[in-house]
C-alpha cells in the first residue's frame, strides 16, 4: 500500500513537470522599417520556451489589423478578438512560429490560453 502510494507521488510529480506555463510562450515583436500605406509593419516572434510542444495557443486579437494578409495555416482570427496560432499544428519545443503584420499601431497579442503536450 506505501509502495503504490510512492509510485503514485512519482508519477504526479513528473507529471506535473512536464507541463508548460503560459509564461513559457513569449511574443516579441520588432519594426521591420517597411511602411506600406503609411502603416508600418511588425515583425511577430513566437516562442514556445517549454521542453514541451504546445497546441491551441489562443492569443489576444482584440482589435487586431493588418494590411498585409496573414497566411491563416500561421494566424487564425476570429470574430470575438481571439487568435489561434497554427491551427491544428503543434508547436514544437522550442519551436518558434513568426509572421508579419502592417498596421499604424502595434498590438499586445498576449498568449490567453494553450495546452501542452508533453511525452
Ligand atoms: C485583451 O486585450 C484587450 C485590449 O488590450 C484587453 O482589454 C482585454 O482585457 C484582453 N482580454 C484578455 C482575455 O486578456
Given at each position: 500500500m506505501k509502495f503504490l502510494t510512492i509510485i503514485l507521488f512519482f508519477v504526479l510529480v513528473s507529471e506535473g513537470y512536464g507541463k508548460c506555463l503560459l509564461r513559457d510562450i513569449s511574443v516579441t515583436q520588432t519594426r521591420t522599417g517597411v511602411i506600406v500605406n503609411g502603416k508600418l509593419e511588425w515583425s511577430v516572434t513566437i516562442t514556445n520556451k517549454c521542453p514541451c510542444a504546445q497546441t491551441?495557443?489562443?492569443?489576444?486579437?482584440?482589435?487586431f489589423q493588418s494590411l498585409e494578409s496573414i497566411d491563416p495555416s500561421v494566424l487564425t482570427l476570429s470574430h470575438t478578438g481571439f487568435c489561434l496560432l497554427t491551427p491544428g499544428q503543434p508547436i514544437n519545443k522550442y519551436g518558434i512560429v513568426s509572421f508579419k503584420y502592417t498596421w499604424e499601431k502595434q498590438f499586445s497579442?498576449?498568449?490567453?490560453s494553450s495546452q501542452s503536450s508533453c511525452s
Open positions: 491551441n495557443v489562443i492569443l489576444n486579437c482584440t482589435g497579442l498576449n498568449p490567453i
